[in-house]
Every structure is written in structure tokens, then in C-alpha cells.
């Protein structure tokens, strides 16, 4: 039986203009479940940020492809015409071959011209992977 593991991540912000993003990763045995969000909380406080944020704003969930089938996604709850939840999603859950979770609370007001969602998707990634390098130590380990 596999443990289930929290774990949360603060990301600086990589301009002055734009808000630092705060990770909630949640370890499933063969899923991970991922809340991104702005944050005006520090480094030490970003666990407050998935109290304040929204679960619901934008949340999807993405299966990779299996055998000769395609990966797929959809939407559960969304609050904007917006499919960038998915689409990262989406190409999580190729990259990595678990079944994704994500919700992505970005305000609509920040948009994407400044450039936040590519830092959303950078700090998913990096996560990650160190969590997957990680998980793939330990079984050599066993």
C-alpha cells in the first residue's frame, strides 16, 4: 500500500510585476493531484496560500495514453473560458504517465500576456520531476 504525501512549493516571482505561485502536490499512488495559485504570502507561509486560493476556479483532470489509446482530459469545475488547466494537464499527464489533477487558480485580471502561466507550468514540471526522481531512488533502494 502506498502512503499518501503532501507536499507544498512556493516559486518566487520571476518579474516584479507578476505574483509569486504557491504548489500543493498531493502523491496518489498512480496520480498526483496539483493546486497551483498567486500568492502574497512568503516563502514560510505559502501553505496558507491553498486555504485562501480556489480548488474549483479552473480544475481538470488528464489521463496519459495507454497501450495505442491517446491520452485524454476534461474539465470538472471551471470558472472561465479558459483551457489552459487542461492543456497543462494534459501534456503533465503525457510527460509523466499518471493520471493529473490539476487546478490552476490564476486570476483572469493577470492574464497570460505577462507571461505567469508559462511560470505555473515551469514550477509543475520542476516539481515533478524531483518528485518523481525521488519516488524512482527509493524503488532502486527496495
Known amino acids: 500500500m502506498t502512503a499518501i504525501n503532501v507536499e507544498t512549493r512556493y516559486f518566487p516571482s520571476s518579474r516584479a510585476s507578476l505574483p509569486a505561485l504557491a504548489l500543493q502536490v ?3 499512488s498512480d496520480s498526483y493531484m496539483l493546486w497551483i495559485g498567486v500568492t502574497d504570502n512568503s516563502e514560510e507561509n505559502a501553505g496558507r ?6 480548488l474549483g476556479k479552473d480544475w ?5 495514453p495507454w497501450k495505442t489509446l491517446p491520452g485524454t482530459g476534461t474539465q470538472l469545475l471551471r470558472s472561465s473560458s ?3 488547466a487542461l492543456s497543462i494537464a494534459t501534456r503533465l499527464a ?3 504517465g ?4 490539476l487546478s490552476v487558480d490564476v486570476p483572469t485580471s493577470i492574464g497570460d500576456d505577462c507571461g505567469i502561466l508559462v511560470d505555473v507550468e515551469k514550477g509543475l514540471v520542476e516539481t515533478l520531476k524531483e ?8 524503488s532502486d533502494t527496495l
Open 82 to 84: 479558459s483551457d489552459v
Open 94 to 96: 503525457r510527460r509523466f
Open 60 to 64: 481538470v483532470v488528464a489521463m496519459p
Open 98 to 101: 499518471k493520471q493529473i489533477f
Open 26 to 28: 498531493t502523491c496518489l
Open 131 to 138: 518528485i518523481e526522481g525521488k519516488s524512482k531512488s527509493k
Open 49 to 54: 496560500a491553498t486555504l485562501q486560493g480556489h
